[in-house]
C-alpha cells in the first residue's frame, strides 16, 4: 500500500496525485499515525494503558485504510451519483448553513435568556415530574454549547417534547414559553432544514439526469464505433 502511494506521486507528480487519486489521502494520514503507533508499541513495556492506547490507535489506523474502498464504490452508478452529489453541494450549502448557524445562534440567545441556569440536576421541578428521564436536566440552556446541542435535538425532533415539557415546568409551568420551540420549529425545521433537504434532492436529480446522458453518450458513441 505504501508502495502504491509512492507510485502514484512518482508517476503523477505530488500536487496531481493528492488532487486526482482518493487513495493517497488515507494512506498518508495512516503512515503519518503509522509512526507514534509504532514508537508507543515498543516503548509500552509493562504498561498497559499506553499498550491499550497503542492497540486503539492501530484500530484507527486500519479502519482509516478502509476508507479506500471508497474509491470501488465509486464504480457503482448510484454510489458515484450520491459522491458526485456531495461534492457538488459543497459549496451552495455553505450559504444555507451560515442562515442555519445564525437561526441557531439568535435562539440559543434567546433560550439562554429565557431558561438559562435555571434547568439543574437538584432542580425540584425536574426532580418532582417523573415522566422527565433522568440526565435529560444536561439538555439545558444554561450555556451556548449546551443551547446548540439542545436545539440540534429539537431540530432533529428527538423527545421534543420531553424537552418542552421540562422547560415549562421550569418556567412555572407558564404555557407562553412554549411559543419559543413553536417559532424555533418553524424557522429550523420547516423553512431552513427543509431549504437544505429540498436543494440535496434537487442536486442529486440534476447529477443523476447528467450521469444517464453521459451513458446514453456512451452507448451511441459505441454503437458509432461498431459501425
Request: overall charge positive; cysteine-free.
Given at each position: 500500500m505504501l508502495?502504491?502511494?509512492?507510485?502514484?506521486?512518482?508517476?503523477?507528480?505530488?500536487?496531481?496525485?493528492?488532487?486526482?487519486?482518493?487513495?493517497?489521502?488515507?494512506e498518508t494520514l495512516c503512515q503519518m499515525l503509522n509512526i507514534p503507533a509504532t514508537v508507543w508499541f515498543f516503548m509500552a513495556g509493562d504498561d498497559f494503558q499506553q499498550y491499550n492506547y497503542t492497540v486503539k490507535l492501530f484500530e484507527v489506523i486500519v479502519f482509516i485504510r478502509m476508507l479506500k474502498l471508497l474509491t470501488l464504490l465509486y464504480e457503482v452508478k448510484t454510489m458515484r451519483v450520491i459522491f458526485e452529489t456531495l461534492k457538488n453541494l459543497l459549496g451552495p450549502l455553505n450559504?444555507?448553513?451560515?442562515?442555519?448557524?445564525?437561526?441557531?445562534?439568535?435562539?440559543?440567545?434567546t433560550g439562554m435568556i429565557i431558561f438559562g441556569g435555571k434547568?439543574?440536576?437538584?432542580s425540584s421541578e425536574i426532580v418532582h415530574d417523573s415522566s422527565i428521564p433522568d440526565n435529560y436536566y444536561l439538555i439545558?440552556?444554561?450555556?451556548?454549547?449546551?443551547?446548540?446541542?439542545?436545539?440540534?435535538?429539537?431540530?432533529?425532533?428527538?423527545?421534543?417534547?420531553?424537552i418542552v415539557a421540562m422547560c415549562v415546568d421550569i418556567r412555572g409551568g407558564s404555557t407562553t414559553v412554549r411559543y419559543f420551540f413553536v417559532i424555533f420549529y418553524y424557522f429550523g425545521v420547516i423553512i431552513g432544514l427543509n431549504i437544505i433537504i429540498a436543494f440535496a434532492i434537487d442536486m442529486y436529480q440534476a447529477v443523476k439526469r447528467l450521469e444517464d446522458l453521459k451513458e446514453e453518450n456512451r452507448i451511441?458513441?459505441?454503437?458509432?464505433?461498431?459501425?
Open positions: 508502495l502504491e502511494a509512492i507510485g502514484d506521486v512518482a508517476i503523477s507528480g505530488p500536487v496531481k496525485a493528492f488532487k486526482y487519486h482518493f487513495r493517497i489521502w488515507p450559504n444555507l448553513i451560515i442562515v442555519m448557524m445564525t437561526i441557531f445562534y439568535v435562539f440559543a440567545q434547568i439543574r440536576k437538584d439545558n440552556f444554561n450555556d451556548l454549547m449546551s443551547s446548540y446541542i439542545t436545539l440540534f435535538i429539537l431540530i432533529v425532533v428527538n423527545n421534543w417534547y420531553v451511441k458513441l459505441v454503437q458509432l464505433a461498431e459501425k
